[in-house]
Structures are given as structure tokens and as C-alpha cells.
């Protein structure tokens, strides 16, 4: 799990500044950390003065800021009050999976621009023109399909080997072949499946006596 794998101390020296956390604020939850490591379930300003150089006052408001802030509290486990920095790490793991969705969202979103010009550019180059907005829509939608570019580029060029140009041609190409390695990984398509289906169905009715069909009665 994400909780796991991740150091929460790591994440917090890196978002701190954008929680808005003072370096003050941010000493205090490392020693409250290391003192709830330490087995300390009940963490307190004097507790805590033990080991910084603030004085009782300041780390009794700065804990009360982040109460304030949901970064820190004192909750009821078996009928014990204890200190715990879950809500904080619950908001750094929540900002870091935001953080990974969007680099994710990125990288995506460039691969796909790579592809589609290395596309536009082999297809502009093949037919020796520039494509036409429905070209360019139908590239698109390959690309959402999960075609890589090279398998769009060397149907174009399949096509072309035919003698055809039209990026209808180039379609069922694509389709042909999606349909081919469906049916070489799996066994069958989709298709073959329904066409299965209804033929057995087919032979189940064919072999019913219907001339002695009350027999059985």
C-alpha cells in the first residue's frame, strides 16, 4: 500500500512550505513523530519541551494551530487518549497520489503528441499531401482506440501496396488486424464468440424431434 511504501517525513519536507507550515510547526510534528515512534501515545507541550528548545507556551500554540489546521489531534483509542499525525498523513499521501495522477495525466498526454506527429508526418509524406480534418479526426480516434503508431503507419502503407489511399481503406485494415491478434492471443473474437453461440443454439433446435414432440407427454 501506498501508506506503506512511502515516507511521510520525505513527503513533508517536500509540501510543507505548500501547507502553509512554519519551520517551527514542521520541527514540532517531527519530534511528535519520533516520540509516538519511540511509544509515547500521549505526546504534550511539557513532553515536547523535553526535547526542543521552545518553551511550553509556544509548542502548547503551535499545537493548537494544527489542531486548527486538521494536521494533527488527540483522538480515543480503548478508552486512551493518544497524539496522532494521521489526518497530516493522510493529506500528504492524498496530495502525492494527485501529484502521480498528474505526471501520469503528462507523460500520457506527450506520448500521445509524439505519436500523432510521427503519424501526420509519415501519412503527409506517403501520400504526398497534406491530411484532410477528417483524416486527422479518424487518426484520433485510432489513437484513443489503443492503435500504436506504428501499427497505423504500416497499415497506410498496406494499403497503399494495394493500390487504395482511402483512410476508410486503412480502417478495416486496422480492424482486420485488431480482430487477427484478438483471435491469435485469445482464440477467438468477440465476434467468433457470438457466431459460436448462435450456431450451437441453431443445432440444438435442429436436432429437437418436432414431428414427435409429445412423445415424451
Do not use: C
Not at 101 to 127: M, P, R, T
Amino acid at each position: 500500500m501506498i501508506t506503506e511504501a512511502l515516507d511521510f517525513r520525505y513527503l513533508l519536507i517536500e509540501n510543507y512550505k505548500k501547507m502553509k507550515l512554519s519551520e517551527n510547526e514542521l520541527a514540532t510534528i517531527f519530534v511528535i513523530d519520533h516520540l509516538i515512534g519511540q511509544g509515547n501515545p500521549f505526546v504534550t507541550p511539557d513532553l515536547l519541551s523535553l526535547k526542543m528548545t521552545l518553551d511550553v507556551k509556544e509548542i502548547d500554540r503551535i499545537l493548537a494551530k494544527l489542531i486548527t489546521k486538521g494536521y494533527f489531534e488527540y483522538k480515543t483509542v480503548r478508552k486512551q487518549t493518544v497524539a496522532s499525525l494521521e489526518p497530516l498523513k493522510n493529506k500528504l499521501y492524498k496530495e502525492f497520489q494527485l501529484f502521480l495522477s498528474k505526471e501520469e495525466e503528462v507523460a500520457k498526454s506527450k506520448k500521445i503528441n509524439e505519436e500523432l506527429e510521427n503519424i501526420f508526418g509519415n501519412y503527409e509524406k506517403l501520400l504526398g499531401r497534406t491530411l484532410s480534418p477528417v483524416e486527422i479526426s479518424k487518426i484520433h480516434e485510432w489513437i484513443s482506440y489503443g492503435y500504436s503508431d506504428k501499427m497505423i503507419i504500416d497499415a497506410l502503407k498496406d494499403a497503399l501496396s494495394r493500390g487504395k489511399k482511402s483512410i476508410r481503406s486503412v480502417d478495416k485494415i486496422l480492424l482486420t488486424w485488431s480482430q487477427r491478434d484478438e483471435l491469435q492471443e485469445e482464440g477467438h473474437t468477440s465476434l467468433s464468440s457470438e457466431w459460436d453461440k448462435n450456431l450451437e443454439e441453431t443445432i440444438r433446435i435442429a436436432k429437437i424431434d418436432w414431428l414427435n414432440d409429445d412423445k415424451d407427454k
